[in-house]
């Protein structure tokens, strides 16, 4: 079983930043890919941006130079640098990873979503 932890979400006006972390656990874990999706109100999940074992990275095109997505292999962490928020970024932040549990079993998890509000 994998277990996802979120944080960091909150209120920011808007041209503000914030940083959120997502630490996944569990035993016999190995993780390839990890990435935040947001979903806001009357609209689908949307990925944001999603970086795999070896460090390439994907961007939404939307976040794109203003996001950064980073994690720690050590901690089987990710974090998502948020600067220049804008009103459109608001949603909840959900943070997704996948990978093999004693590399004989697939894992694709989800964590408990975080709000994001960007608002003056």
């Known amino acids: 079983q994998v277990r996802l932890v979120e944080s960091g979400g909150g209120l920011v006006q808007p041209g503000g930043s914030l940083r959120l972390s997502c630490a996944a656990s569990?035993?016999?874990?190995?993780?390839?890919?990890m990435g935040w999706y947001r979903q806001a109100p009357g609209k689908e999940r949307e990925l944001v941006a999603k970086?795999?074992?070896?460090?390439?990275?994907v961007y939404a095109g939307s976040v794109k130079g203003r996001f950064t997505i980073s994690r720690d292999n050590a901690k089987n962490t990710v974090y998502l640098q948020m600067n220049s928020l804008k009103t459109e970024d608001t949603a909840v932040y959900y943070c997704?990873?996948?990978?093999?549990?004693?590399?004989?079993?697939?894992?694709?998890?989800w964590g408990q979503g975080t709000q994001v509000t960007v608002a003056s």
């Open positions: 569990g035993s016999g874990l190995s993780i390839n890919t």
């Open positions: 997704n990873t996948e990978g093999m549990l004693w590399y004989t079993s697939r894992f694709d998890s």
């Open positions: 970086i795999t074992s070896g460090s390439s990275t």
